[in-house]
């Protein structure tokens, strides 16, 4: 069973940059892809960033796009997200998740706070 622990979130001012970890457990070598997932109080979790297995493909929501930028180090069984030019928007908690297989993996979640 891998378990993923994310760490980074915090307290930012608008403009400010954070940057999320998400350490597995065990080897990511076998995930399909991993991702970023964040919800709002009151508002469904959605999919902010997502990498392939080997890291060539990306996707980000266009709420992010140009600012967000999620990176994957295997030998690390690390997954980044680095935040640029953080909007209050993005007040959110931050879940990593991973897919393998059939089976899906999150973390617990790490809160980021953007202040305006």
């Known amino acids: 069973q891998v378990q993923l622990v994310e760490s980074g979130g915090g307290l930012v001012q608008a403009g400010g940059s954070l940057r999320l970890s998400c350490a597995a457990s065990?080897?990511?070598?076998?995930?399909?892809?991993m991702g970023w997932y964040r919800q709002a109080p009151g508002k469904q979790r959605e999919l902010v960033a997502g990498?392939?297995?080997?890291?060539?493909?990306?996707y980000y929501a266009d709420s992010v796009k140009g600012r967000f930028t999620i990176s994957r180090e295997n030998y690390k069984n690390t997954v980044y997200l680095q935040m640029n030019d953080l909007k209050p928007e993005d007040t959110a908690v931050y879940y990593c998740?991973?897919?393998?297989?059939?089976?899906?993996?999150w973390g617990q979640g790490t809160q980021v706070t953007v202040s305006s």
């Open positions: 990498i392939s297995s080997s890291g060539s493909s990306n």
């Open positions: 065990g080897s990511i070598f076998s995930f399909n892809s």
């Open positions: 998740n991973g897919k393998r297989g059939y089976t899906v993996y």
